[in-house]
């Protein structure tokens, strides 16, 4: 910017030899653009802080060691996904297994639920809504997965239930799992 500057007073000098009003327009051009640079930095600033909110991400398994097996109940149970691989933004809470939408936009969520023999399922809850539900009934180990694009505003809670009567699997392989994304804010 300066050795811009330089030339520019320079050239404005040899030409116009002191017209103080050529010289006026110049300095104004000059602050028009520091005005402007200035201008762009905030809004640098502010797209930083917007890409912060629009960066949600999450995936969490049931269990981080050994074994567990939730169900059969007579009631859904919530299932609280301890075991968390990646948690941008922060909106996914481990101790209560409910994600908490932070933006206002679609989101995309997946989860798997293994079992081994039996019944097993689970259905994504939005807020006290059922949505989907990962149902699978074999003799042997089996896992059932679904996705969905949910439209969520601000404060709305989605988390993953033990359907009644299922059982649901889990053990350092990672078989039951919860994930979910925002895809674009809204």
Known sequence: MSSKRFATEEVSAQIFDGNSDVEEEISESEDLSE??????????????????VRQVAFSA????TSYSVVGPSAT???LIFKFVVTNIGNAYNS???????PVRGAYNFEWTVGANGGTSGAV?????????????????????SK???LFLEVGDVVFVRVFVNSVVFDNLNHHTTFSGHLLFPM
């Open 76 to 78: 859904d149970i919530t």
């Open 61 to 64: 398994s049931l269990v981080n």
């Open 147 to 149: 996705a969905v694009a």
């Open 35 to 52: 005005t402007e640079n200035n201008a762009i930095d905030e809004e640098d600033e502010e797209d930083s802080e917007d890409q912060s």
């Open 95 to 101: 101790t209560t297994g409910v994600f908490t939408a």
């Open 124 to 144: 994504l809850v939005k807020n006290s809504a059922n949505v989907f539900l990962a149902y699978e009934q074999v003799a042997g180990f089996m896992s059932s």
